[in-house]
């Protein structure tokens, strides 16, 4: 089936700082789509991408859909102590498969 | 908008027993819902694409027979557990999509059950 690796698995910050995370796959992604998660809580969708080489911000969040259509990044500017969480990406495939594909997650930790 | 429910937030049950999940989109309508499995420190992993009126699909590898999901209306699906044992202890999370329109493939998350069996 279809994979994704996410990276980095996990980050350690200083507040303030930009934050760059990205998947890549081997396959085709028609839609790539950014979840952030909280510890017991299901994951909220950040930011959604449809087309090869979009870019799309939401705040101080930024990401792109590559334009092999196997990549994403996000960014995150001047971190603040409430980006902690896990950042997931997700795509969803080609031929009408719409369930996703999860990469594993980035962790992101913020030290005041 | 865009939000989903889920009941119960956490269930502890006997070996053997069956157990209900509720999945609700509360406002919107959802032809389309998704059942997903994430165990402790792990992604989320599609088990079943849940369609209003219709059979569901189940992802390799997961018992159709185990985990039933009914999707009776366009706003609610149900995952019943059965016969659960422990090695299905784990964070089942749902989710839907918005039937139609630009952001039709966006899908938006249920907050979780929390599934333990003794």
């Known amino acids: 089936g279809q994979q994704l690796n996410q990276s980095p698995q996990s980050m350690f910050i200083q507040e303030g700082e930009d934050v760059s995370m990205n998947c890549t796959s081997s396959s085709i992604f028609n839609t790539w789509l950014w979840y952030k998660q909280e510890p017991g809580e299901g994951p909220v969708l950040l930011i959604a991408?449809?087309?090869?080489?979009e870019l799309t911000s939401n705040g101080r969040l930024t990401a792109q859909f590559g334009i092999t259509r196997k990549d994403s990044f996000l960014n995150i500017s001047a971190s603040i102590p409430s980006d902690v969480g896990i950042y997931f990406c997700a795509g969803r495939g080609g031929g009408g498969a719409d369930g996703l594909t999860f990469g594993k997650g980035t962790h992101l930790i913020i030290q005041p | 908008g865009a939000v989903v429910s889920q009941h119960p937030s956490r269930v502890i049950c006997k070996s053997g027993t069956s157990v209900k999940i509720e999945c609700r989109s509360l406002?919107?309508?959802?032809?389309?819902m998704f059942w997903y499995r994430q165990f402790p420190k792990q992604s989320l992993m599609l088990m079943a694409t849940?369609?209003?009126?219709?059979?569901?699909?189940?992802e390799q590898g997961v018992e159709k027979d185990k985990f039933l999901i009914n999707h009776a209306s366009l706003t609610l699906s149900t995952l019943t557990v059965t016969s659960a044992h422990p090695e299905d202890s784990s964070f089942y999370i749902c989710?839907?999509?918005?039937?139609?329109?630009?952001?039709?493939?966006?899908?938006?998350f249920g907050p979780g059950t929390r599934l333990t069996v003794l």
């Open positions: 406002d919107f309508q959802a032809t389309t």
């Open positions: 991408l449809y087309k090869a080489g």
């Open positions: 849940s369609n209003e009126g219709s059979k569901a699909t189940y």
């Open positions: 989710s839907a999509r918005v039937s139609g329109g630009p952001r039709r493939y966006e899908q938006f």
